[in-house]
């Protein structure tokens, strides 16, 4: 284990030792992996620069995820958290991960959960690929709270309640529809009228759009937006999107 004694680039050193290992013994070959210390990513005319920096492929999209190691003498300040979750909030769709050797202060943790940001102390490392597992579960299977951006789509779940993973598909007229809902209460009232179990409405995050359109894309499906509930199941008002004006109108990220 590392001496806390040690300073920045030797906790750098043993930080990347250990999620290097672990990115390598838990992926398979056909994921591509991009590893690399002391990061430099362009945006404009500017850089943001990260401490550790890697990013894989995972059902043909690419997450990344930024990590900045702090071996300070006391615990980090909501302060040095701020100015970090200021370059991941400007280069948008990346996980962030903070590691300190001497923990967090109570406010900088708070501000830390509340923006998606991982704190670790070192003791915490063998844990890293779980935690990174947790939030990205997080992106594609949402918990019942969460609200949609803007939209709520049908996913289904199992005989426990839990979220399979998959997604409603509708045909209609031989072609494959994908609902999506302006309102949790819709969706709701349509599995009503149709007596449905087996599906939820669970809010569709920015993160997700990628997943959801280059699925429906695979598909060659189409999104129906229900903007308007009705009385009957088919007395629903809305309009057909395609996965590429949906994502050119839709998402932002």
């Not at 071996?71 to 590691?99: C, H, M, Y």
Request: hydrophobic share 35%.
């Amino acid at each position: 284990m590392l001496n806390i004694e040690n300073k920045g680039r030797e906790f750098e050193e043993y930080v990347h030792y250990i999620y290097d290992f672990l990115l390598n013994i838990d992926t398979d070959q056909t994921e591509e992996i991009i590893v690399t210390k002391n990061a430099k990513i362009r945006k404009s005319n500017y850089t943001h620069e990260f401490d550790i920096y890697y990013e894989f492929k995972k059902a043909g999209i690419t997450h990344r995820v930024a990590i900045e190691c702090k071996n300070t003498n006391v615990p980090i300040n909501k302060g040095r958290v701020q100015e970090f979750e200021s370059k991941l909030r400007d280069l948008n769709n990346i996980i962030g991960a903070i590691i300190s050797l001497s923990g967090f202060q109570d406010g900088a943790k708070m501000f830390a959960d509340e923006k998606g940001i991982i704190t670790l102390l070192a003791s915490d490392l063998p844990n890293f690929m779980q935690l990174i597992s947790i939030r990205l579960t997080n992106v594609f299977l949402p918990n019942p709270k969460q609200r949609g951006e803007p939209f709520y789509i049908l996913m289904e779940i199992d005989q426990y309640n839990n979220l399979t993973g998959s997604y409603e598909i509708i045909e209609r007229n031989h072609k494959n529809f994908i609902f999506l809902f302006l309102s949790k209460k819709h969706a709701e009232k349509y599995l009503s009228h149709k007596k449905i179990e087996d599906l939820q409405p669970r809010a569709l995050k920015q993160e997700s759009y990628d997943h959801v359109i280059l699925m429906a894309t695979r598909l060659k499906a189409m999104f129906s937006i229900i903007i308007l509930p009705g009385d009957t199941e088919t007395n629903f008002i809305g309009f057909d999107i395609s996965p590429e004006d949906l994502k050119k109108e839709y998402y932002y990220i």
